[in-house]
């Protein structure tokens, strides 16, 4: 059976630093990932999304930044921390024939202060 | 793009009693609507789907239905459990894609004994 690992599933960062949450899928191939942003009252957001290796998708600008150095990896990264970027990062995967079933990690709850 | 609007944002029924969801989407191209449950401190799971060919779909004590002129659609669930208590989120999307998938606000669902 397929399972996405998500962590760390909380982190406190101070403003300016980097960021790097990571995401495995285990037991399937090709998969397309996502990184959604869950903001309290306003739904999931898509951030970025990935159809293969190397190949991102960015739907908001934002000072995030997304890889994908393996096929079953989703690395969501920052160079420099924002009190914005404070929410809750959650992973996905779906299979490559994109026919509309996610399936979520557990989250990442980040706190910028 | 598409716009999806959910109400309430959050809801509270004695036990056994019937729980609506509904949600309203602005493009008339979107033809795929799932139905997201977060448990507390989980990424979604999709609980149901519906499709533009039809108008409603149950599955046991679940069921949505799909006003495709109205460009409304809605999620029932009856006969409600303390396990039913999560924050519900209603989507739209065109052609089943993942990536195209537009999130409603979430509705956080109480149920009391």
């Known amino acids: 059976s397929q399972t996405i690992h998500q962590w760390p599933a909380t982190l406190v960062q101070p403003v300016g630093s980097p960021l790097s949450l990571e995401c495995t899928v285990e037991?399937?191939?090709?998969?397309?990932l996502y990184w959604y942003r869950q903001a309290a009252g306003r739904g999931l957001q898509l951030l970025f999304y990935?159809?293969?290796?190397?190949?991102i998708s960015s739907e908001v600008p934002q000072n995030l930044s997304a890889s994908r150095p393996q096929d079953r990896q989703f690395i969501l990264s920052s160079k420099k921390l924002l009190l914005s970027d404070s929410g809750f990062y959650l992973c996905?995967?779906?299979?490559?024939?994109?026919?509309?079933?996610?399936?979520f990690g557990e989250g990442s709850r980040l706190t910028v202060l | 793009g598409e716009n999806v609007e959910q109400h309430p944002s959050t809801l509270s029924v004695q036990e056994g009693d019937s729980a609506v969801i509904k949600c309203t989407y602005s493009?008339?191209?979107?033809?795929?609507f799932p139905w997201y449950k977060q448990e507390l401190g989980k990424g979604p799971q999709l609980i149901i789907d519906?499709?533009?060919?039809?108008g409603e779909k149950k599955d046991q004590r679940i069921a949505v239905t799909l006003n495709k002129t109205a460009k409304h659609f809605s999620l029932h669930i009856t006969e409600t459990q303390p396990e039913d208590s999560a924050v519900y989120f209603c989507?739209?999307?065109?052609?089943?894609?993942?990536?195209?998938?537009?999130f409603g606000s979430g509705t956080r669902l109480s149920i009391r004994p």
């Open positions: 996905a995967w779906s299979n490559g024939r994109d026919t509309g079933e996610l399936f």
């Open positions: 989507a739209a999307s065109e052609y089943s894609s993942a990536s195209k998938i537009i």
């Open positions: 037991g399937t191939s090709n998969p397309n």
């Open positions: 990935s159809v293969g290796i190397g190949q």
């Open positions: 519906i499709r533009s060919n039809v």
């Open positions: 493009d008339s191209a979107s033809n795929y």
